[in-house]
């Protein structure tokens, strides 16, 4: 496992792939699965069309930074961080404003996708500061 993290912090563009794909995952499942299965979820179809486009939005940057950022790759990276940091405080707020009204379902994935993002959070950090630009 520590030899897999090594791997793609000595190849930083690799974060940008994963950064993407992860955001177009939570993308399909805030859009598609969770809004056509509301009922299991109990929150607001709007709640999770603003979340499915922030992850929208998340994966067009990272697959340009994949693609275009070549020298100072630092600073976007920077970037998707405090981004993904700033979308799992929003989630945490949202889960604690609907508490209440929120199922189950809503509340285990919700948390689950707060801590698969801060695992790649870790991730970033760890890049950031291990390379020299």
Known sequence: MKESILQFIAKPKNIFLIDAVGALLTF????????????????????????????????????????????????????????????????????????????VFGIVYFLGEIVVIACLVFLEIKTIKNKVQ
């Open 28 to 103: 399909t499942l805030l859009f598609l699965v969770l809004r056509t299965f509301n009922s299991y979820f109990d929150l607001s179809k709007t709640i999770l069309e603003y979340l499915s486009l922030l992850a929208l939005l998340f994966s067009i940057y990272s697959l340009t930074c994949f693609f275009l950022a070549k020298n100072n790759w630092k600073l976007y990276l920077k970037i998707i961080c405090t981004a993904n940091i700033l979308y799992c405080i929003l989630t945490f707020g949202i889960l604690l404003y609907h508490y209440n009204s929120i199922s």
